[in-house]
């Protein structure tokens, strides 16, 4: 089949760590890569953020395509609903004239499935929505300070009950569409993968500096992802070190180490700053535990990354964390935005060696058996010829 990825601000060739790049470039890059590797012929559309893209750059057996809408520079995610309409015509154009059509249209993030829905819609192509995060939640957990365009919500519940599938990453994901209105016949719940070639227990470690134990955290440094109150904790977690991977270094690093001070764990706290893709494993190698304390999370990849790396994980309660990270198996859960509660799973799992070993097997076992790239492709390979099907059946009739 013919798919089409549509990522409007995440571009797959995009190294996450950087501005409004994250674990969605990450999903979307694996998922072409696995779909390719199951037989279909994929093209990814993104905007285009530089005057010297080319329209098209081969991504491994995938295609990414830059599509001009708005101006061809970098501009913040929220910034980009009013170019979604000339996003849609272009994609229209396109398939129109050229010889390649996709057979299904798979939409991540909701500004994506707009465009999506404008132009597909018409085209009798079927739609799949995959939203990455909502707006509901987003707002709930970030009140004013959530910068996402007015209509956000209304534009998801619309495309919610338009799309011919939603996939839900997590079980609290599918409850938040039906809460939004998405009927339960729409919904397939299907989580992202890892790259298990990649990640795995056997490699070089990291080489830092000596230390009692070292914890290892990773993400943007954006204020919901919970650095700030991993740093809290480390008072009540003495003589471990605490890496904190990610960017961009601006205004929170500073946050960060001001906060670091006034807790006088300032020389236990590093802010590694972004890292490169391939240098990741290495890093989680060298963690005696990976913490993962975002406020909310629609999926998260790093808790899986470090499961496949054998690494046991201390995590917030929330989202794709409550399916990904098992309590008392592979690792433990906190409540979010509870500094204490993270500093006391932290010292109880660092002090007690053999049952952060018997966490380290669990988390390996679980990655490996139920959260590889193939096995979320040929899910979604089903749901494709699903919805292609039925579109087929309606058009004959």
């Known amino acids: 089949m013919r798919i089409a990825l549509i990522s409007e601000h995440a571009n797959p060739l995009t190294p996450p760590g950087t501005e409004d790049a994250g674990g969605q470039n990450t999903h979307v890059r694996e998922l072409a890569a696995a779909l390719a590797a199951i ?3 994929v093209q990814v559309y993104t905007r285009r953020d530089a005057a010297d893209q080319p329209l098209t750059v081969a991504m491994g057996d995938a295609s990414v395509v830059h599509v001009p809408a708005g101006p061809a520079e970098q501009l913040p995610k929220d910034a980009l609903l009013p170019y979604m309409g000339d996003f849609g015509r272009w994609l229209g154009e396109q398939w129109d004239t050229d010889p390649w059509t996709p057979d299904v249209v798979h939409a991540h993030f909701w500004m994506s499935g707009l465009a999506a829905l404008t132009v597909a819609g ?11 995060a909502l707006g509901t939640v987003k707002r709930r957990h970030q009140g004013t300070a959530d910068t996402s365009p007015p209509q956000r919500t209304g534009f998801e519940r619309h495309i919610g009950r338009h799309a011919d ?3 839900a990453q ?6 938040e569409l039906i809460r939004l209105g998405v009927p339960r016949s729409r919904i397939a719940l299907i989580p992202s993968g890892v790259d298990l070639d990649r990640f795995t227990p056997d490699g070089p470690a990291e080489s830092l500096p ?25 008072p009540l977690v003495p003589r471990a070190t605490c890496h904190i991977l990610g960017g961009p270094a601006d205004a929170e690093a500073a946050r960060l180490r001001h906060i670091a001070e006034a807790c006088d764990v300032a020389d236990r706290v590093h802010l590694e700053g972004p890292v490169p893709a391939g240098a990741m494993p290495a890093w989680y190698r060298a963690a005696d535990v990976v913490a993962a304390v975002p406020w909310y999370e ?3 990849l790093t808790p899986l990354e470090a499961m496949a790396c054998g690494r046991p ?3 917030t309660a929330v989202g794709g964390l409550l399916d990904t990270v098992v309590g008392g198996v592979t690792g433990d859960l906190v409540p979010a935005r509870d500094p204490r509660a993270l500093g006391h799973a932290l010292r109880r799992l660092l002090d007690d060696d053999m049952r952060r070993f018997a966490y380290a097997s669990a988390a390996l076992d679980r990655a490996q058996t139920r959260y590889s790239w193939r096995r979320t492709a040929e ?4 749901v494709y010829r699903t919805v292609a099907g039925t579109h087929v059946q309606a058009v004959a009739g």
């Open 39 to 41: 037989g279909h012929d």
């Open 122 to 132: 018409p085209r009798g192509i079927p739609v799949v929505q995959t939203f990455h």
């Open 165 to 167: 599938r939603v996939i």
């Open 170 to 175: 997590c079980r609290d994901e599918a409850r």
């Open 210 to 234: 000596p230390a009692h134990h070292r914890i290892v955290s990773v993400g943007r440094l954006v204020e919901r992802k919970g650095f700030a109150e991993l740093i809290q904790a480390l």
């Open 298 to 300: 629609p999926f998260g």
């Open 313 to 315: 994980v201390v995590a």
């Open 379 to 382: 899910q979604l390979d089903t």
